[in-house]
């Protein structure tokens, strides 16, 4: 549990696997915000306003890197981070770092995904580039969540590519009966192969969802199919056969 002044609330996490097909390993865990007794996320992000916006922002960072290292995460390890409440990329990652040194948590290991949420003016994908530029420059992975809903971050993408594209799930979702879905990702995977980034196939319920996915050769997932978030614990993921 976790109480910040700043936000005078308490949460925690639940960690979901992003796994990889070909080693058949985790690569990554997801670090999903949760209630102290694991209520859904709206139950706490709901609380979040622009008075306490930074505090919870660099909070989670310290409590995901906290509990990742409580309990023996050696694989990458995701954290969503606000935009809003980052004013300077460099001034910011401060706490991240100082909380990775004091729970001995590899800062190579940390992916920073921001989530696509928001439409975006000039102003704000300046702002956006220059976090990622800079996480990238510090030595951090990062990636853009729900790529593919509501609005596109094809800017951000020609400005600065991410390491990481997470394909939203409206677009995974019956993926394998739907043309169009095929082709808008078949573009994207393009788009990605040649900007030298990987593509996470997030949402994944079904095999059939897996299987067309993966002939297109993707090979990193997250959804059900392999594993549900566990409330603070690292689930073991299956593999499809």
Not at 15 to 40: C, H, M
Not at 60 to 88: E, H, Q, W
Request: glycine residues 6%.
């Amino acid at each position: 549990m976790c109480l910040w002044s700043g936000t005078g609330f308490s949460f925690s996490f639940a960690f979901q696997p992003i796994v990889d097909v070909i080693n058949k390993s985790v690569f990554a865990y997801e670090a999903l915000v949760r209630g102290t007794e694991g209520e859904g996320a709206m139950s706490v992000l709901s609380k979040v306003n622009e008075q306490n916006r930074y505090a919870f922002d660099q909070v989670c960072r310290v409590k995901a890197v906290k509990l990742a290292a409580r309990l023996g995460m050696d694989t990458m390890l995701s954290i969503n981070f606000m935009p809003n409440a980052v004013y300077r990329a460099e001034y910011c990652i401060r706490t991240t770092l100082a909380a990775a040194k004091t729970y001995d948590f590899d800062t190579r290991k940390i992916i920073f995904e921001l989530t696509e949420d928001e439409a975006l003016n000039s102003t704000s994908v300046e702002h956006l580039v220059s976090i990622i530029e800079a996480y990238q420059e510090m030595g951090f992975s990062t990636a853009i969540d729900d790529f593919g809903a509501g609005f596109s971050r094809y800017n951000i993408m020609m400005a600065s590519p991410p390491n990481l594209l997470k394909l939203d799930m409206a677009l995974v979702r019956n993926i394998h009966t739907e043309p169009n879905k095929q082709a808008v990702v078949a573009g994207i995977i393009t788009m990605m192969t040649q900007l030298g980034g990987q593509i996470i196939a997030e949402g994944v319920e079904t095999k059939e969802e897996y299987f067309w996915l993966r002939s297109q050769g993707i090979s990193l997932y997250q959804g059900y199919l392999f594993a549900k978030p566990g409330f603070e614990c690292l689930p073991e993921p299956d593999f499809p056969t």
